[in-house]
């Protein structure tokens, strides 16, 4: 079995070692992903992560893997390739957490079904050996017999095509757990507070806290790295009070119903919306998301939720495809992520004309900082910011190595319903239950997770709070919110008793719980 990722050992590594090569801010996709490819790589890396591991966008994405079609319509041919490749890596890589995905695109016009089918056969083409499917046109009766919900009157037939789904905030705890496996230091819940320069004013280090002991430490580093996604002005603006803002945050949110609504294994694909933007419906752990929007907002937040227009939009889109269409009432959870944009030079340009493409920017401090792209192509963003580390930081070196790098759990085993997830773990969490029946028990009725799992979790998977266990390792959160608040009883008193917390812990954290849960609802 694994060694687990035990916060006390990696403690003691942060106040024992004396010089890191790499200090990574920021425990998202591109984060984790730059720790595995700098460990994987022989390097002594530290990460940092001010929450939990992917709290903020990277656990509250769309859940899709892909080339991006909608970039592929605004002519952004690279951007798309690359992606289509890095999906091909993900599912190689990965294949425990990602699956290939079939889409249907309903469509009411000739025309457009000829002008989908010829964009999605390039987009084909653009994966190259790594394609995963072969789009096809679908006549009327085969759209109806794919989405038996989906709306008659004026239509033409369908497109059908494949892209990727995959977990989002499971494949960043496996990364987490890979870095590990290669040497790298990770904390969550430690909180960089400061930057450090030596005489000719270049990044040194840094010094941190660790929130849940409030004790602060000074690190040193060759080179230190921001990778806080929306947040990486904050960082910036330690580095340099008069930094100008460098990215221009943009809302999606989802709301999450019943699989009743699509009632199959294909995802419904809407390439235009009434405003001009792509939502999809997508199966997912038994019910379906329906998302994203896509709007600029001013202020950043590790909490966002979505507003009432872009529920009334999502809620009113599916209404003019599906029937029965979901209401208010049908909405299991609802959720949103902030995605960092480039800031535009025009204030009132679109989001969806903001570029997606990553930005890699080398400060005069040489703080390096990695912003934008997406979770399909965070092992490239992370290649290309180890490799500016390599020249700036003057390390030995050494070729990336993640193209061919299993990440933690990757196995080519299938295994039942959300056990999946865990891949090569599962048969050490089912040996935990073999010897404790207990541990078989039910969290809450109508859902498979069991007690073995919460177990599992705060032993090699890092939780330190309710909410990381019910939001982040298990995704009960996002799929049914009035659910997991019943089960956060049961999961804050087994957490207790493993991570040997005080009396009125567990009524504390499920109460902190409840409270955030009730912002994933209506």
């Known amino acids: 079995m694994l060694a687990g990722i035990n916060r006390s050992d990696q403690l003691n590594k942060l106040k024992e070692s004396t010089i890191w090569d790499l200090v990574v801010i920021g425990g998202g996709a591109t984060g984790l992903g730059t720790a595995v490819d700098a460990a994987s790589r022989g390097f002594k ?3 940092i992560e001010k929450y939990d591991f992917a709290k903020g966008t990277s656990s509250k994405s769309t859940k899709l893997v892909h080339g991006g079609v909608r970039y592929l319509a605004n002519g ?33 016009s000739t025309f457009s079904k ?8 390039l987009y084909d083409w653009l994966a ?24 008659t009157k004026s239509l033409k037939g369908g497109i059908l095509y494949y892209d990727g789904q995959f977990d989002d905030a499971r494949l960043a705890v496996n990364l987490g757990q890979t870095a590990f496996e290669h040497g790298a230091t990770v904390l969550n819940y ?8 030596n005489e000719q004013g270049k990044v040194n280090g840094i010094t941190v806290r660790d929130t849940e002991s409030n004790e602060s430490y000074r690190i040193q580093a060759k080179t230190v790295i921001n990778a806080t996604g929306v947040f990486v002005d ?8 008069k930094h100008k803002n460098l990215v221009r945050p943009s809302q999606g949110s989802h709301i999450v119903i019943d699989q009743k609504f699509l009632d199959g294994i294909d995802a419904l694909m809407i390439p235009e919306t009434s405003d001009g933007r792509v939502l999809f419906g997508v199966p997912w752990h038994g019910k379906v998301l329906l998302g994203t929007t896509d709007i600029p907002i001013k202020d950043h ?6 507003m009432e227009d872009e529920i009334n939009f999502i809620l009113e889109t599916a209404d003019s495809y599906l029937n029965p269409a979901p209401k208010r009432e049908d909405i299991l959870a609802i959720y949103a992520g902030l995605r960092p944009l480039a800031a535009p030079k025009d204030d009132d340009e679109s989001t969806k004309e903001i570029s997606r493409d990553h930005k890699l920017i080398h400060s005069e401090s040489d703080l390096i900082t990695i912003t934008g792209g997406k979770w399909t192509t965070y092992r490239k963003m992370a290649e290309d910011t180890v490799n500016m580390a390599i020249e700036i930081g003057k390390l030995k070196d050494v070729p990336c190595r993640t193209k061919n790098l299993a990440i933690h759990g990757s196995t080519p085993d299938v295994y039942h319903a959300h056990w999946n997830l865990y891949g090569k773990d599962y048969q050490a969490i089912q040996q935990l239950i073999q010897e404790d029946e207990s541990l078989r028990d039910l969290l809450v009725d109508g859902y498979e997770y069991n007690a073995a799992e919460v177990v599992w ?6 939780v330190r709070k309710v909410e990381d266990f019910l939001a982040r390792r298990c995704r009960l959160l996002l799929l049914d919110a009035e659910a997991s608040m019943k089960a956060a009883p049961k999961v804050a008193e087994i957490m207790a008793k493993e991570l040997g917390k005080p009396e009125g812990w567990a009524q504390d954290e499920v109460k902190q719980y409840i409270e955030l849960a009730k912002r994933y609802t209506l």
Do not use: T, W
């Open 45 to 47: 890396v530290l990460l």
């Open 76 to 108: 952004d041919i690279k951007l798309v390739m690359g992606a289509l490749r890095e999906r091909g890596l993900i599912f190689k890589n990965a294949p425990h957490v990602s699956s290939v995905q079939s889409f249907v695109i309903p469509v009411y």
């Open 114 to 121: 000829l002008k989908y089918l010829i964009g999605l056969k």
């Open 128 to 151: 190259g050996s790594l394609r995963i499917g072969n789009s096809e046109g679908l006549s009327k009766d085969e759209v109806v017999q794919k989405l038996p919900h989906i709306k």
């Open 190 to 197: 430690m909180e960089a507070m400061e930057i450090h320069k």
């Open 234 to 241: 904050d960082i910036l603006k330690m580095d340099s009070p």
């Open 301 to 306: 937040m590790i909490e966002p939720r979505p």
């Open 457 to 462: 979790a705060c032993r090699y998977e890092m």
